[in-house]
């Protein structure tokens, strides 16, 4: 049975259970309109602001049915892969508000070729690339572009979980990127991109969209690689920091390089999906290199970047229902001030470190005990990932577990409190790196 919330008080549902959820659950809670939140299935920190439901976050007609059970008047769809399953369009058909793209729009993530066509149509700056079906012309395109320009990058078109991508030096190691990624995405009929290696230090630029107006939040830069001075493998991100310097100058360079990526990368996007009749409504998240021709595009993301949404939004200065709302709404364009001119705490700095299992992205024991201080310092939040009660207690549950964020008037004291606060978690065997917000 259906029932309706009429009051003004939104009740929300956010789907999603990792460090990301439980920033937006926190930043939702400090809202003064806000009703009951939900979440699918979430985590006990999220627990703490939000009823969670044992419904998983891919489970479309478990979470149409959760929704309207608890008579939500909004959903916030955290992660990628129940977007591109079609989410949101089925919240839509039942008149359910939605923040998240249509799984039409959700290919910008999905399909790298598709955003590549994007950007192409768009003329948005990023690496040149070619696609192919057939393995044998692939390895031939990348063996020669690595041979010609020094190195090159292999992508699988398809959702990988962050191990899709593959930097290759010499032709060998293009060959056999190729090899490696065919056998991953074949069964699945993807195709695999050669494309031009880019070089310059990256940045996380989000942005919140109505399908027509955005929101540019601050820019992030985060940490990929396991080992510090970002080496080892790629995980699903070790570390952030907020805002990320854009320019190797003053504050208000950084300001004037990201009203640059809002008109040159973002609008253009949101425009061209606009015209194609994939309008984008959710949050728009662009993975840059800073080179030296300028910002160019490595990735769009249909959702919130983890862990960049866990620094970031400690920093936004405006009522994050509101955004959100506003976005489900259409009306972006009267929410005021965003990052690019001035709606963030921009005397504000902000570091995340999570705490990984050890072992992760490998192979990793989980159940081990966790002990936080309590109370935290001003200025630090836990945000929590892969973690689970046993018998009341708090235990790891995933590979990344704990997201540590410290939010000081400088880079340097907000390093300094959410490290001193990492060394305080009792968690043995913790993997985490040393150096986010250092390097
Ligand atoms: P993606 O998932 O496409 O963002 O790629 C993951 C990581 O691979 C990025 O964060 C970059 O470090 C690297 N990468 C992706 N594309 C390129 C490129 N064209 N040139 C250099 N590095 C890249
Ligand atoms: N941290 C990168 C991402 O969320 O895809």
Redesign the pocket.
């Known amino acids: 049975m259906t029932t309706r919330n009429p009051s003004s008080r939104p009740n929300v549902l956010i789907v999603g259970s990792g460090g990301r959820e439980h920033a937006i659950a926190w930043r939702l809670a400090q809202s003064p309109r806000i009703g009951r939140i939900f979440a699918a299935p979430g985590n006990p920190g999220i627990g703490r602001l939000a009823a969670c439901a044992p419904v998983g976050a891919t489970d479309v007609a478990g979470l149409v049915k959760l929704a309207r059970e608890a008579a939500c008047n909004l959903v916030v769809v955290g992660p990628e892969a129940p977007l591109a399953a079609g989410l949101a369009d089925a919240m839509r058909a039942q008149g359910i508000t939605v923040f998240g793209p249509s799984a039409a729009a959700a290919r910008i993530e999905s399909s ?1 070729h598709y955003a590549k066509g994007v950007m192409a149509r768009a003329g948005i700056p990023t ?1 040149h690339c070619e696609a192919f079906t057939d393995l044998g012309r692939a390895r031939d395109a990348a063996r020669a572009v690595a041979r010609e320009a020094g190195g090159v ?1 292999v ?1 699988l078109d398809c959702l990988a979980a ?1 191990k ?2 593959v ?1 290759a030096g010499s032709p060998e190691e293009a060959a056999r990127a190729v090899d490696e990624l065919g056998a991953m995405g074949g069964s699945q009929g993807c195709k695999i991109l050669v ?5 310059g230090p ?1 940045a996380s630029v989000m942005c919140l969209s109505d399908g027509v107006d955005i929101w540019v939040l601050p820019p992030a830069r985060d940490h ?1 690689r396991a080992l510090d001075g970002d080496q080892g493998p ?1 995980t699903g991100g070790m570390g952030a920091v907020a805002p990320a310097r854009l320019v190797a100058d003053a504050m208000l360079a950084d300001r004037a390089m990201l009203a640059a990526i809002e008109r040159t990368i973002l609008r253009p996007a949101i425009e061209q999906m606009a015209a194609e009749g994939t309008p984008f409504v959710g949050a728009l998240f662009a ?1 840059l ?1 800073l080179t030296s021709e300028g910002p160019k595009v ?2 769009f993301n249909c959702r919130l970047g983890d862990p960049e949404t866990q620094a970031v939004l400690p920093l936004v200065d405006v009522d994050l229902l509101d955004l959100v709302e506003a976005a489900c709404h259409g009306q972006l364009g009267r929410v005021g001030a965003s990052a690019s001119s001035g709606g963030v705490h921009y005397g504000l700095h902000s570091t995340c470190v999570v705490m990984a299992s050890l072992g992760y992205p490998g192979h990793y024991e989980m159940g081990i005990p966790i002990c936080v201080p309590d109370p935290l310092p001003t200025g630090v939040t836990l945000f929590h990932a892969g973690t689970a009660l046993d018998d009341g207690k708090l235990v790891s549950a995933g590979g990344r577990v704990i997201g540590v964020v410290g939010v000081a008037s400088s880079a340097a004291e907000s390093r300094r409190l959410t490290y001193d606060v990492v060394g305080r978690i009792g968690f043995e065997g913790a993997h985490y790196r040393r150096d986010i917000g250092a390097i």
């Open positions: 790298k690496a990058v992508k962050g899709g991508v930097v494309e031009e290696r880019l070089a990256e990929k790629n993975g290199m490595l990735e």
